[in-house]
């Protein structure tokens, strides 16, 4: 098992779309690492599953990573 952590540093220096960055698609720029597909937003590590992986953010697990870290974000409607 294996850990690898990002820092704001390294994240701002990957290239944005829209004006923000991505950690996810920062995630995919590390060695052993692959996108599950073209439109989906999950990852794989060294032949895992995108199940697999434990994604903690200020030490808290993040179950559903794609929504809060990845470019799908939700958002409210207006009423």
């Known amino acids: 098992m294996g850990v690898d952590r990002l ?3 390294t994240i701002k220096q ?3 779309v829209f004006g923000e960055a991505d950690v996810l698609r920062t995630v995919l ?3 052993g690492v692959t996108s599950v597909g073209e439109a989906s937003t999950g990852f794989n590590v060294r032949g895992g599953a ?3 992986n434990l994604v903690l953010f ?3 697990t993040v179950y559903n990573p ?5 470019s799908s974000r939700p958002s409210t409607p207006i009423l």
């Open 58 to 60: 200020n030490n808290a």
């Open 50 to 52: 995108a199940d697999q």
């Open 14 to 16: 990957i290239p944005v």
């Open 29 to 31: 720029t590390l060695p």
């Open 66 to 70: 794609s929504i809060y870290l990845g």
């Open 7 to 9: 820092n704001i540093k």
